[in-house]
Nanobody, 121 residues
Framework: QVQLVESGGGLVQSGGSLTLSCTAS????????VDWYRQVPGKERELVAQ???????SYEDSAKGRFTISRDNTKSTVYLHMRSLKPEDTAVYYC???????????????WGQGTQVTVSS
């Protein structure tokens, strides 16, 4: 059973920084694209950043220049480094990956339990 575990959330003042971590057993995070999503109550979960298996990264517009996604394969961990945080970054942040499970290309989605980030003004 694949489990993604996020950590690193917390309360920070506006302008501050936090680093979120996502770990999983085995090599699932090194072999697949990994995303960070966030969600606030009453809104849909939104994609914040992605790193693919080759290391190419992409970001949602509001995260560009402030957030950095990275991977440490030796630790089976993907990070989201967040700086210049704003109150509107307040959300539950989720780690996500999807894994191909058969020759037809069917995928299974995996989500972490989420970690709360709160940015005070």
């Amino acid at each position: 059973q694949v489990q993604l575990v996020e950590s690193g959330g917390g309360l920070v003042q506006s302008g501050g920084s936090l680093t979120l971590s996502c770990t999983a057993s085995g090599r699932i995070l090194s072999r697949n694209a990994v995303d960070w999503y966030r969600q606030v109550p009453g809104k849909e979960r939104e994609l914040v950043a992605q790193i693919n298996s080759g290391g190419t990264t992409s970001y949602e517009d509001s995260a560009k220049g402030r957030f950095t996604i990275s991977r440490d394969n030796t630790k089976s961990t993907v990070y989201l480094h967040m700086r210049s945080l704003k109150p509107e970054d307040t959300a539950v942040y989720y780690c996500h990956t999807s894994v191909v499970v058969n020759v037809e290309g069917a995928r299974v989605e995996h989500w972490g339990q989420g970690t709360q980030v709160t940015v005070s003004s």
